[in-house]
């Protein structure tokens, strides 16, 4: 489930008035949804309780995150001066690996779906669950996997789709007959970026809109958005079941992977990153600077000896850019180069997959000293 409206619970602690004001998945890198809601319940608690936790369930840098054109701690910090509240009668708790946690004076790490957790409620460990047999069957040179729309997304899997459809497996689960589906694609953001740069706009936006007028792409057997239980809010169940979707892997040569965090010091790897670890596949990833980086942290390796990786250190479109050259040069290589290709690869994917099922929770926050 995706762009959920902020929910707000109470809990009573001995020594404290305090509530917890919980921001689930509406949070994106720079603006979260339902903002005058979230906004109204964060300035009702403050004048009512003695402290307000305000956990984020996604790991956007918190830093980054704004209000009406509005740094979002700008506004509270306003809100404390104004009201001579301590700054630290906020208290932030958000699974960001690597936030900065000096922009306010109280965070910690937590939150769902994050390295507090193993396996359950873990986004990026769930998948060691999952039993999976690598049988690769190169018949694709690209897999992406989307249900979530964003603009980065709509970019990449155009890309693909106009110049590489034959090549790629691929899907994208947004209905044109879905209007809240096509209010949720991220065109607005789309329209912005592109405006900033005509020479991209008049190249994108016809690709874009082709795109668009093919979804929903599917390639699910079982017709997941029919025959599970819809999504209260899109009416859409976010993907298909890891089994499904883990044996779509066999099929292709390099993973591209669209994760939820782009933008600003994050790290907060799903289980986007998880599948190709999984399934001994390799992978290009649009994620935040410094992603592949931070994966090496875990003691993963990557794939600079045939690529250019250096497309990490970039974020937006500049790394959408370079993703797309590293996969027009991929779509040049035969069946036969990719099979040689992969086999060059062996040892690090194995080595990827044995260090995926041996991850943990607690390692995780060891490496990051969280």
């Known amino acids: 489930m995706e762009r959920t409206i902020a929910r707000t619970r109470e809990i009573n602690i001995e020594s404290m008035n305090e509530k917890i004001i919980n921001i689930g998945h509406g949070v994106e890198d720079l603006y979260f949804d339902h903002p005058q809601q979230t906004m109204a319940d964060i300035v009702d608690a403050l004048h009512k309780y003695d402290r307000v936790v305000i956990v984020l369930t996604e790991g956007v840098a918190l ?52 390295a507090n957790s193993d396996i359950n409620g873990n986004l990026f460990l769930h998948t060691q669950a999952v039993k999976f047999e690598t049988q690769k069957k190169i018949k694709h040179t690209f897999g992406h996997f989307v249900v979530r729309s964003t603009w980065d997304r ?9 110049k590489h459809k034959n090549k790629t497996f691929q899907t994208y689960c947004r209905s044109l007959v879905n209007p809240v589906h096509m209010l949720h694609m991220d065109l607005d953001m789309l329209l912005h970026i592109t405006s900033c740069d005509k020479k991209l706009g008049e190249e994108v936006l016809g690709k874009v809109a082709e795109f668009i007028g093919q979804m929903p792409i599917e390639k699910t057997s079982s017709q997941h958005i029919s025959t599970r239980e819809p999504d209260e809010v899109f009416g859409w169940v976010e993907g298909p079941v890891d089994n499904e979707i883990l044996g779509w892997y066999n099929g292709i040569f390099v993973d591209v992977v669209s994760e939820k965090m782009i933008t600003g010091k994050t790290f907060f790897p799903t289980e986007k990153t998880a599948r190709p670890l999984a399934t001994k596949t390799p992978f290009l990833i649009m994620a935040a600077p410094n992603y592949i980086k931070n994966l090496r942290r875990l003691g993963f390796k990557s794939f600079s000896r045939f690529w250019d990786e250096s497309y990490d250190y970039q974020q937006g479109v500049q790394r959408v850019e370079s993703i797309q050259r590293i996969t027009d040069d991929l779509a040049k290589l035969d069946h036969e180069q990719l099979q040689d290709m992969y086999q060059d690869m062996s040892s690090i994917l194995d080595h990827n997959h044995k260090i995926y099922h041996e991850l943990t929770g607690k390692k995780i926050r060891s490496v990051f000293k969280i």
């Open 63 to 114: 830093e980054n995150l704004n209000y009406k054109e509005k740094n979002f701690l700008q506004i509270l910090e306003d809100l404390c001066v104004e009201n001579k509240w301590p700054m630290d009668k906020i208290h932030f708790v958000l699974p960001n690996l690597v936030q900065d946690k000096s922009v306010w004076p109280s965070i910690e790490y937590g939150g769902s779906s994050t």
């Open 154 to 162: 709509l970019l990449v899997g155009s890309h693909l789709y106009s």
